[in-house]
Structure formats: C-alpha cells, structure tokens
C-alpha cells in the first residue's frame, strides 16, 4: 500500500495543533511497519524529516523509489493555488491513498482519500479563522468558500478520522451521512519529561497561557479574571505563549491600554523554550470554549505543570476526572476559583499533575493513533491490500 500525506501544515513555522499532529502521527507510522510507502507532501524542505535516515526529499519524478519520500509543493493553504495547483500534484504522485489531516482538500480532486477532522468549528464559531481579519464582503464569501470545502472532504473522504467521541458527535450532528465513515483515533500524549525541582530553584511564580488568541480561545475571559488575581498575588505574572498575529497584538495592545500589570507576552517560542516555559510555571491556565482535543494541557502535564481548563466536551474527555481543575467556561470567576485551588498547596498540584501525567500517557498513545490510522487506510484502501 501506498500512501500519500498532506504535510505542509507540518513543521515550527505551521500551524501549530495540526503541524505537530501531522509531525507526531507520521513518525508513529514510520515506527509501526516497515511495508507501507508513504509520500510526504511538505511546504520547504526544511521539514521536521529531513535528517530522518528513512525519508528522503527529492523531485516529483525519480528513477528510483525510496519507501518514504518527501516531495517539496510550496502551496499555501486555504488559498487559490490549493485548489488549483494541488490536485495535479496529489495525483501524479501514484499512491493508492491521500491522506489529508485537515479539511482543506481541493473540491477539484477526486482520488480516494481520508480526512482528519480535529473539530467543526467553521459550523460554531466562523469568526474564529484569520477570515475574520478582513472586511465583511470578502469574509463573507471565504466563509462559504470554506464551508463548501469542507462539506466536499465529509461527503467524498472514504474514512473521517477525529481525535475524540466529541468531534465524532459533532460531525453527525452537522453532517448525519459521515455516520460509518468516523473513526475515533485520538492523539498522543507527550514524552514525560519532568524532574524534582526544590521551590528555591524556580523564578518568580507565574500563570502560563499556551495557543494562539482567536475568539474561540477564551483568551479574554483570562485577562477579565487577571486583575483580580494580580492584585491577590503581587508576585505573580502572566506569561502568554503563542503567535503575535493580529489577534494576540490586539490583545496586547489592549492590556497596555488597560495598565494590566505584569503580563508577558513571548510570542511564538521553540520547543526549548516552550519545555521550560510549562516546568516553571505554577498552572496552565487553558481557558478555551471549543476544543477537538487541545494538547497544551496534555503537554503541561507532561512536564509537572497543573493544569486550570475549561470544562468543555473535549477537555472533559480527554483529561478525564484528576487531570485538570475545570472551571465552567467563559467564567472569569470560575478561572480565579480554579487557579485559587492551586495556589492553596503548589506543590500538592504539581505532584497530582505528575500523578495524572503517568495516567493519561497510558490512554493517550501516538502508536495506538497510528495503528488505528493504519486500519483506516486499510479499510479505505482495501484494492492495494490484494496486490
């Protein structure tokens, strides 16, 4: 069998929740047989693979044919050239398969594939997409762009995949003929990376906020429970963590015009950074109103940092009971009763953290994800298993 897999939302300078699922989900796979060639479309050849000993990056046409090749289409996604230029290249490639994680496959292309759905939150929150940056004509007519696209890739994929029985609701709700093709293949937990730490070793406390600011996030409703919470802890800070795009600059600009004191924004950090930035804070504040999966806090976690969420559908699945402090979402007093929780006993939080670390990684498994993406491609692609 041979697969293709949309790569180009992969790699640091991508989109960040679906570029590491992409990253994460294609090294699992390559970890879990040795038969199945696969193709990797990426953006540059500066993907996450290239000092990968089994990948190699090379042009569209080659005499020979490595197992696993990385074929370079500089196509920005969303956009015109997408949906021009794509389908040629996904075609040429011959495999029996595409494979796109997202739901952004070309309405001109028509070899079989699989999608994965991470949610449906063009059909909740339209807004929440860097659409909303333009006027309202132009929004307008991208909205329904992207509602067609995505109403194509549920009615042509032969497999949906979503990472939590909550997505998979969503998706029959919106779209009851996706029904048999759904398959829950949930997502990975992070590598547990944490250590002891004695409480004299640690910088001044701070809250952390890890994503980007789109409405959805929930942002705002952390900066309206901050002030109450900077006056109750004098040494506390918080720390913002994601892209400086247009929507976290408002932001920013809007807590210098208000005076809030001590918030950092860091904008977008490398993975370093990002390791050192969940082990020294006190909680993950995680305040989001819709989610498919939302791996920060699987990632705070993993590094000993208690997690504060909101108790959304797929927090609440994913996280499971002891795996977070949940606060009803969109409550600014209900983030400032969560966070007051844990500074109660910090150092009691941290250890449960740990404690739930050890039990989620259990529950959440990249190979258990490529296994059952593998069965997906079986079932979607049952020709190629007779060859």
């Known amino acids: 069998m041979k697969i293709a897999i949309d790569a180009r939302l992969m790699g640091p300078e991508n989109t960040r929740g679906i570029g590491r699922y992409i990253e994460e989900l294609v090294r699992a796979l390559l970890d879990a047989d040795t038969s199945t060639e696969y193709v990797l479309v990426t953006r540059s050849a500066e993907h996450p693979f290239r000092n990968d000993p089994r990948v190699r990056t090379v042009a569209t046409k080659i005499p020979d044919q490595p197992r696993v090749k990385a074929v370079v289409a500089d196509i920005p996604w969303y956009g015109w050239a997408e949906q021009v230029k794509l389908p040629r290249i996904l075609s040429g490639l011959g495999v029996d398969l595409v494979h796109v994680p997202h739901w952004n496959v070309p309405l001109a292309f028509s070899r079989p594939f699989v999608i994965t759905l991470h949610d449906v939150l063009l059909r909740h929150e339209p807004e929440s997409a860097k659409a909303s940056t333009r006027g309202p004509l132009m929004r307008g007519l991208k909205h329904l ?165 909101s108790d959304i559908c797929a927090l609440k699945e994913v996280l499971g009971q002891g795996g977070a402090n949940f606060f009803r979402a969109g409550s600014a007093d209900g983030i400032i009763a969560a966070v007051e929780r844990v500074f109660v006993d910090p150092a009691k939080a941290a250890a449960e953290a740990r404690v739930a670390a050890q039990r989620l990684a259990a529950r959440h498994a990249w190979k258990r994800t490529a296994q059952l993406t593998l069965e997906a491609y079986a079932r979607a692609a049952p020709s190629s298993l007779n060859r």
Request: include cysteine; glycine fraction near 8%.
């Open 145 to 309: 762009g992207y509602r067609a696209v995505l109403r194509h890739a549920v009615s042509a994929a032969r497999r949906i995949l979503v990472p939590t029985q909550c997505v998979a609701a969503d998706v029959v709700h919106f779209y009851p003929g996706a029904k048999n093709k759904l398959l829950v293949t949930g997502e990975g937990m992070p590598k547990i990376k944490v250590e002891s730490r004695a409480p004299d070793q640690l910088p001044a406390p701070y809250i952390l906020y890890v994503g980007s600011a789109y409405p959805h996030k929930g942002l705002q409703d952390l900066f309206a429970a901050w002030p109450e919470l900077a006056e109750r802890h004098s040494g506390l800070r918080l720390v913002v963590v994601g892209e400086l795009d247009i929507f976290m600059q408002r932001f920013k600009s809007q807590t210098e015009r208000a005076g809030l004191p001590r918030v950092e924004f860091r904008g977008r950090v490398d993975e370093i950074q990002l390791a050192q930035a969940y082990a020294e804070a006190t909680a993950l504040v995680f305040p989001s109103h819709f989610e498919g999966f939302g791996l920060p806090p699987l990632e705070a976690l993993a590094h000993g940092c208690p997690v504060v969420c």
